[in-house]
């Protein structure tokens, strides 16, 4: 899952990032509100965990430019302080949770993951498709009762095609997703065609159908039909 991080606290951005990287998540931060704009005109983000109180601008207007473009990602608020007045104006501009500082990380990272259950797999704790079922707390991905090991990037890689069902993915969203901000470091898309093919041999060996349906010049499309 993709991640937007926007704070200006210096250590407490490179702490949040760190931890919730090592819980696997692929991370973008930004510590100004002129950076964060960019970001999110950049890439689809799954989640967006916004401080109100930006060295130069106001979180919540970020919140108005997320929802202005129609995008679907889960909001989080942090703030300084336990306003009423701002969790409520966020709440009403469509975030689906606030958080006061100070925090535990692994509460912020809880936060996270139930934002994500509600946005995108009906607020159910195990995720089901098909043949699979997938545990977002442990990250443990069964076929039919049978364990199968993933990679970080295969794990991630088999949430987004879950979440984005049913729709056709061109390679460069994928790629977006699963390079995160190193995107532009990429010379082809070779290293997907990789991460692709082994998601997709792990789940047939366990004896999943192949879900993962290839729209030659135009993408990927992950189905049960």
């Not at 966020?90 to 912020?108: Q, R, W």
């Not at 970080?152 to 729709?167: G, Q």
């Not at 994928?174 to 010379?187: C, N, P, R």
């Not at 692709?196 to 010049?217: E, Q, V």
């Amino acid at each position: 899952m993709k991640i937007l991080l926007v704070e200006d606290e210096p250590s407490l951005l490179l702490a949040m990032r760190q931890y919730l990287e090592e819980e696997g998540y692929v991370m973008t931060t930004a510590a100004t509100f002129a950076k964060a704009s960019m970001a999110l005109n950049d890439y689809d983000y799954d989640c967006v965990v916004v401080d109100i109180g930006l060295p130069d601008g106001n979180g919540l207007n970020l919140i108005r430019q997320l929802k202005a473009a129609d995008k679907e990602s889960g909001l989080i608020i942090i703030s300084a302080k336990d306003s009423l007045d701002d969790k409520l104006t966020g709440l009403e501009l469509g975030s689906d949770d606030y958080i006061t500082k100070p925090f535990h990380l692994p509460e912020l990272n809880a936060r996270i993951k139930s934002v994500l259950r509600r946005r995108f797999f009906g607020g159910s704790n195990l995720i089901r498709y098909g043949e699979i079922v997938v545990d977002p707390l442990s990250h443990r991905v069964t076929v039919a009762d049978q364990r199968i090991e993933l990679t970080e990037k295969e794990y991630n890689l088999l949430l987004f095609f879950i979440a984005n069902s049913n729709r056709l993915l061109t390679k460069s969203a994928i790629a977006e997703y699963v390079w995160g901000d190193h995107m532009d470091m990429a010379d082809s898309h070779d290293f997907l065609y990789t991460h692709i093919k082994n998601l997709r041999r792990k789940l047939m060996d366990a004896g999943c159908p192949d879900y993962l349906k290839t729209r030659y010049g135009a993408g990927y499309l992950f189905t049960t039909t």
